[in-house]
T-cell receptor, first 110, second 112 residues
């Protein structure tokens, strides 16, 4: 079946730098995309979402970009902080069902 | 405001025993999801309820797994009999129509 995948399993970033986490999806029927952050021992925490009628959406220090032509999703975190260290998951959905990627572990260096 | 509440947070039991995981969704949410997370398979959807009715249980591994939602504020996931390969973190999530799913902090289940 179709699934969501991530380009890199780990990302190390210097505190204060910007982070970019990439995600590829393959289900062309998906019209809803979402990013979650998961810290150790906790459940996935909603960060930001985007629908297929948009190509960019901004939140607080985060921006999600959607490129439907190449089925690519990215999450940009501005001025990365130690508290941003976590596993980040992208997920896609054509309906109610979310399909999650494998996750990218982000480590912030002091 | 209270998020999704799951209990217990940790469960260790011997194979063959019955395991019951509990979930209280966010008040006002009409959809509830049970997921399982393992290193090998990541996050997998087990079952989805909408307005307390099971809509999609295609992710339930086998007949040993069952889930109920007797009312809008409570759901259970039961494994009977449990096996070591059921060891995982089980998450419950809830949402309102068209809104993002919000997850609980999970139950870490270990079957010995």
């Amino acid at each position: 079946g179709e699934s969501v995948g991530l380009h890199l399993p780990t990302l190390s970033v210097q505190e204060g730098d910007n982070s970019i986490i990439n995600c590829a999806y393959s289900n062309s029927a998906s019209d809803y995309f979402i990013w979650y952050k998961q810290e150790s021992g906790k459940g996935p925490q909603f960060i930001i979402d985007i629908r297929s009628n948009m190509d960019k959406r901004q939140g607080q220090r985060v921006t999600v970009l959607l490129n439907k032509t190449v089925k690519h999703l990215s999450l940009q975190i501005a001025a990365t902080q130690p508290g941003d260290s976590a596993v980040y998951f992208c997920a896609e959905s054509p309906d109610y069902k979310l399909s999650f990627g494998a996750g990218t572990t982000v480590t912030v260096r002091a | 405001d209270a998020g999704v509440i799951q209990s217990p947070r940790h469960e260790v039991t011997e194979m063959g025993q019955e395991v019951t995981l509990r979930c209280k969704p966010i008040s006002g949410h009409n959809s509830l999801f049970w997921y399982r997370q393992t290193m090998m398979r990541g996050l997998e959807l087990l079952i989805y309820f909408n307005n307390n009715v099971p809509i999609d249980d295609s992710g339930m591994p086998e007949d040993r797994f069952s889930a109920k939602m007797p009312n809008a504020s409570f759901s259970t996931l039961k494994i009977q009999p449990s096996e070591p390969r059921d060891s995982a973190v089980y998450f419950c999530a809830s949402s309102r129509d068209g809104q993002p799913q919000h997850f609980g902090d999970g139950t870490r289940l270990s079957i010995l």
